[in-house]
C-alpha cells in the first residue's frame, strides 16, 4: 500500500464514472430486457415491487455514511491529516457491517407483510427474500467505495460496478431461463412444478413467473457479492495509494470513537433525505398500486377497453390487470434512469472535490466546480434525454418485439417521452444534493424532499385513482416532485456557495445543443422511415431499427457542431480532461473555444 496516490480532476474522475457508468446501464438493458421477455410484463410487476422494499431498507442501511466516507477523507487529504483517512476507512467497515446486517434481517421480516397485506401481490415475496442479502453486499461494497472516492480515485468503483453488472447479467438470465423451462417442462409432462399440480396452463404460466422472476432476481444478489469480492482483493493488493512517509508526517489521528461519531453525525441528514426519498418511492408503488387497482375496481369495464389491444395481446387474466400495467410502468423506470444515472457520476466526483475547495476556503475553486458541474450536467442531459423522447417507439420494439412484453410497448412508449423531455430535472438533482452535502447543508434535500414527497403522493392519490387516468398519472407526479426538489435544492447552494449563476453559459446554450440534437433525431429518423421500403411482419432489424441508428448518430454529430459553434466548452473546462491540452490547442486553431 505505498504507492504515491494520484487524484483525478473532477472531469477527469467524472469522464472514468461515466464511461463505466455506461457500460453498467448497458449491461443493465441485456439484463432487464431479455428479463423481461423471459419472465412477462407480470413478472415485472413483481421485479419492480421487490426492489421498491429493497431500496428504502438498503437506503437505511447505507445511513448516508458512502458520502460521510467521501466527505470525511477528502476533507483530511486536503488539510493533511493522512493518518486519519485510513482510520475513517476502519470505523465506516464496521458500522457497515452492522447496518448491512441489519438491512438485510429486516428486509426478510418485511417480505410476507408487505407483498401479502401492502401491495397484495403474493407472488412477489420470493423476489423480495432472494435480493435480501445484497442488502450486506452491497453496505460493504460502499465502504470501499466511498472511501476510493474521497481519495479522488473513481476507477475501484466504477470498475466494482461494471463487474457487480456482470455478475448480475449473466446468473440472472441464465438463472431465469433454467428455472421457467423447468416449470414449463414440468407442466407438459404432467408433474407437480416445486410440489404444486397445475391442469391449467394460465395458473402453471404464472407459476413459471413468480419462481423464474425470483431466480431472475437472485442474480442481483450474486452480481453484488462478485463487486464485493472485487474490491477487496484490490484492496489488499494494489493498495490506496497512501505511503507509510505520508502516514508518518501527518498528525495523529483521532480516535474510532470520535471519528464514528462524526461519520454518524454527518449521515443523519444525509440519511434522512434519502430515507425520505426512498420511502417516497416506496409510498409511491404502494399508492400507485393501490389507487390503480381501485380504479379498476370502479371502473374496469372502461379500463380494459383502453388497454384492450394490449391485455389481449398478453394473455393475462383479469386479476393480473394491476400489475401488467405497473410492470408496463416499470419497463419506463428502466429507461427513465438511463440519463440521470449517467449524470450522477458528476455528483459523485464533484463532492470531494468541492468538499477540499470548502475545507481551504477556496472560492474561485468553488463558483468553478458548481458551474462545471450545472452546465456539463445541462450540456448531457438536454440531448439526450429530448433523443430519448423522439426513439421511445422505435427502442422499445426492438428490444421487446416477439417478447411476452411486446404487447405492452404502446403503454411504455409515452412514459418515457415524458420522461425523456424531463429528463434535465431528474438529472441534476443528484448532483445539486451531492454538492450541498459537500458544503455542509445535507439538511437542505430532507426538507425540499419532504415537500416534494407530499405533493407527489397527493397528486398520485387523485390522478391514478381516476379511472380514465390510471397508470398515466404517475409520470406526472414524478416530474413535479423533481421539479419541487431541484428549484429548492438549487437556490440554497447558491445562496451558500455564493456562487452567481451564469445563465446563458450554464443553461441556455446546452438547452440550445439539445433542442438542435432532438430536432434532428427527429427529422433523420422519421425521414429515413419514409425512404427505406417498409416490410408487413415486424422485425427487430426491421426499418424502425435502422431509421433510430441513423437519428442517434446524426443528433450525436449536431451536438458536437452546437457545442463547437455555440462556444459551449471553455478552455478551463477542456484542461481538466484527460489530453485536454491537446484538445485545446486543436480547438484554437479553428476558433471553437471561449
Known amino acids: 500500500m505505498g504507492r504515491k496516490q494520484q487524484s483525478q480532476s473532477l472531469l477527469t474522475g467524472a469522464v472514468t464514472l461515466m464511461i463505466t457508468t455506461v457500460i453498467v446501464q448497458l449491461i443493465g438493458i441485456f ?113 470501499y467505495r466511498g472511501y476510493y472516492e474521497g481519495l479522488r480515485n473513481m476507477k475501484p468503483t466504477g470498475f466494482s460496478q461494471v463487474i457487480e453488472a456482470i455478475g448480475k447479467l449473466v446468473f440472472g438470465i441464465v438463472l431465469a431461463i433454467v428455472v421457467k423451462s423447468y416449470c414449463l417442462n414440468n407442466f407438459e409432462a404432467g408433474k407437480p412444478i416445486f410440489g404444486t399440480v397445475i391442469k391449467q396452463y394460465e395458473d402453471a404460466l404464472s407459476l413459471a413467473t413468480m419462481f423464474s422472476t425470483a431466480a431472475a432476481i437472485l442474480g442481483v444478489t450474486l452480481g453484488s457479492l462478485f463487486g464485493l469480492l472485487y474490491l477487496i482483493i484490490r484492496y489488499h493488493t494494489v493498495g490506496d495509494g497512501l505511503t507509510e512517509e505520508m502516514i508518518r508526517s501527518s498528525p495523529p489521528a483521532e480516535s474510532h470513537r470520535e471519528l464514528g461519531s462524526k461519520l454518524v453525525k454527518f449521515a443523519l441528514p444525509v440519511l434522512t433525505s434519502t430515507l425520505l426519498l426512498n420511502l417516497t418511492n416506496l409510498i409511491d408503488s404502494v399508492t400507485i398500486q393501490n389507487r390503480l387497482f381501485a380504479a379498476i375496481d370502479k371502473a374496469p369495464d372502461l379500463i380494459m377497453k383502453m388497454y384492450e389491444a394490449e391485455v389481449t395481446g398478453s394473455h393475462i387474466r383479469l386479476i393480473d390487470l394491476k400489475d401488467f400495467l405497473y410492470g408496463a410502468y416499470g419497463t419506463a423506470l428502466d429507461f427513465k434512469n438511463l440519463v440521470p444515472t449517467i449524470v450522477m457520476t458528476l455528483g459523485l466526483s464533484s463532492l470531494p472535490v468541492l468538499s477540499g475547495a470548502w475545507a481551504t476556503k477556496d472560492q474561485a475553486k468553488i463558483d468553478s466546480t458548481v458551474h462545471t458541474v450545472l452546465k456539463t450536467s445541462m450540456l448531457l442531459s438536454f440531448p439526450a434525454g429530448f433523443c430519448m423522447a423522439v426513439l421511445a417507439h422505435p427502442v422499445l420494439e426492438f428490444f421487446y418485439i416477439g417478447s411476452n412484453a411486446e404487447a405492452s410497448i404502446t403503454i411504455s412508449d409515452d412514459y418515457i417521452i415524458i420522461f425523456g423531455v424531463f429528463a434535465f430535472l431528474l438529472a441534476v438533482s443528484s448532483p445539486i444534493t451531492n454538492m450541498l452535502q459537500a458544503v455542509n447543508r445535507p439538511d437542505m434535500p430532507m426538507k425540499s424532499t419532504l415537500v416534494a414527497a407530499v405533493v407527489k403522493i397527493a397528486m398520485n392519490f387523485f390522478l391514478v385513482g381516476t379511472p380514465s387516468i390510471n397508470i398515466k398519472g404517475a409520470p406526472i407526479g414524478t416530474i413535479v416532485f423533481y421539479a419541487i426538489i431541484v428549484a429548492m435544492n438549487l437556490g440554497v447552494l447558491l445562496k451558500t456557495t455564493k456562487v452567481r449563476l451564469n445563465i446563458l453559459d450554464t443553461v441556455i446554450r446546452p438547452l440550445l445543443a439539445g433542442i438542435v440534437a432532438g430536432a434532428v433525431c427527429y427529422l433523420g429518423y422519421h425521414g429515413m422511415l419514409h425512404i427505406l421500403p417498409q416490410v408487413e411482419t415486424a422485425s427487430r432489424f426491421g426499418p424502425n431499427f435502422w431509421a433510430m441508428l441513423v437519428g442517434a448518430v446524426l443528433a450525436i454529430l449536431a451536438w458536437v457542431v452546437c457545442i463547437l459553434l455555440f462556444r459551449v466548452v471553455s478552455r478551463e473546462n477542456l484542461r481538466t480532461l484527460p489530453k485536454g491540452e491537446k484538445l485545446v490547442k486543436l480547438l484554437e486553431k479553428f476558433g471553437c473555444l471561449r
Do not use: D, Q, W
Open 31 to 143: 439484463y432487464k430486457i431479455p428479463i423481461t421477455g423471459i419472465i412477462g410484463t407480470v413478472g415485472r410487476g413483481y421485479f419492480t415491487s421487490a426492489y421498491e422494499l429493497y431500496t428504502p431498507i438498503y437506503a437505511i442501511s447505507m445511513a448516508g455514511l458512502n458520502v460521510a466516507v467521501s466527505k470525511m477523507v477528502s476533507e483530511r487529504m486536503a488539510i493533511g491529516h493522512y493518518s486519519e483517512v485510513r482510520e475513517v476507512r476502519a470505523v465506516a467497515r464496521k458500522i457497515y457491517l452492522l447496518t448491512g446486517t441489519a438491512g438485510t434481517i429486516l428486509m426478510l421480516l418485511l417480505a410476507y407483510p408487505y407483498t401479502h397485506t401492502r401491495i397484495a401481490s403474493e407472488e412477489a415475496m420470493l423476489s423480495v427474500v432472494c435480493i435480501a442479502p445484497s442488502i450486506l453486499f452491497c453496505c460493504m461494497m460502499s465502504s
